[in-house]
T-cell receptor, first 111, second 115 residues
Framework: KAGVTQTPRYLIKTRGQQVTLSCSPISGHRSVSWYQQTPGQGLQFLFEYFSETQRNKGNFPGRFSGRQFSNSRSEMNVSTLELGDSALYLC??????????FGPGTRLTVL | AQSVSQHNHHVILSEAASLELGCNYSYGGTVNLFWYVQYPGQHLQLLLKYFSGDPLVKGIKGFEAEFIKSKFSFNLRKPSVQWSDTAEYFCAVKTSGAGSYQLTFGKGTKLSVIP
C-alpha cells in the first residue's frame, strides 16, 4: 500500500503571497489531518477533514484553510504569507482503527 | 486544554545503554496514547500505541511503553539502544471525541546514541 504523499516537497514564497499544499492519503483512509511543525512550537494541529467536511480545527488564524475532495485528497491553503509561516507542513491520514500515518511533509520557506 | 510534556529535550547515550523517555499528559478523560519517531531526514513513524487493556505495550524495534493512569504518564523504554536509534521521539495524545481525530504532541526528545 502506498503511503501518504505530499506535494510539493519544498516551496519558497515571499511575504504576502499565498500557497496551496496537496496531500493524498493512504487508499481507503477518509480522514486527513494537517499539522505545522516548527523548531519553536513543535507539532501543532491545524485541521482535520473527513468525507469532505472539516471535522476539527486547531488554533490558527483564518489565513489557514483547507478542503477535501471526494477522493479524500486534501489541500491546505495559506493566504497572505508571513515570515512566521515558514515551517514543515505535515499531512496525516487516519485508519479506521485510529492509527495516524504521516507523509514526508512540505517544507515552506517564506522570505 | 490538553497538553503533553516531554521532560527531556536532548538525551545522549552510549550504545547498549538503557533508555527511558518521559511523557506526561494533562487530560482526565479517556485517552489514546502514541509514540512517534522521526529519524533524520525521514517522516514521522508510529512506534507504538495504547488504546486500552494491558498498560505495557510493545512496539517496533524493541521499544515498549507503560501507561500509568494515576500518574498521567506514558514513558517510552528500550533496554539497549543502538546507534540507529538516533532520532527525535514524540509523545502524542488523542483526546478528541470518537467522531474526530486530533493529536496533541509533546515538544519532542532528541536522542543521540554514541557508538
Amino acid at each position: 500500500k502506498a503511503g501518504v504523499t505530499q506535494t510539493p516537497r519544498y516551496l519558497i514564497k515571499t511575504r504576502g503571497q499565498q500557497v496551496t499544499l496537496s496531500c493524498s492519503p493512504i487508499s481507503g483512509h477518509r480522514s486527513v489531518s494537517w499539522y505545522q511543525q516548527t523548531p519553536g512550537q513543535g507539532l501543532q494541529f491545524l485541521f482535520e477533514y473527513f468525507s469532505e467536511t472539516q471535522r476539527n480545527k486547531g488554533n490558527f488564524p483564518g489565513r489557514f484553510s483547507g478542503r477535501q475532495f471526494s477522493n479524500s485528497r486534501s489541500e491546505m491553503n495559506v493566504s497572505t504569507l508571513e515570515l512566521g509561516d515558514s515551517a514543515l507542513y505535515l499531512c496525516a491520514s487516519s485508519s479506521p482503527n485510529n492509527e495516524q500515518f504521516f507523509g514526508p511533509g512540505t517544507r515552506l520557506t517564506v522570505l | 486544554a490538553q497538553s503533553v510534556s516531554q521532560h527531556n529535550h536532548h538525551v545522549i547515550l552510549s550504545e547498549a545503554a538503557s533508555l527511558e523517555l518521559g511523557c506526561n499528559y494533562s487530560y482526565g478523560g479517556t485517552v489514546n496514547l502514541f509514540w512517534y519517531v522521526q529519524y533524520p531526514g525521514q517522516h514521522l513513524q508510529l512506534l507504538l500505541k495504547y488504546f486500552s487493556g494491558d498498560p505495557l505495550v510493545k512496539g517496533i524495534k524493541g521499544f515498549e511503553a507503560e501507561f500509568i493512569k494515576s500518574k498521567f504518564s506514558f514513558n517510552l523504554r528500550k533496554p539497549s539502544v543502538q546507534w540507529s536509534d538516533t532520532a527525535e521521539y514524540f509523545c502524542a495524545v488523542k483526546t478528541s471525541g470518537a467522531g474526530s481525530y486530533q493529536l496533541t504532541f509533546g515538544k519532542g526528545t532528541k536522542l543521540s546514541v554514541i557508538p
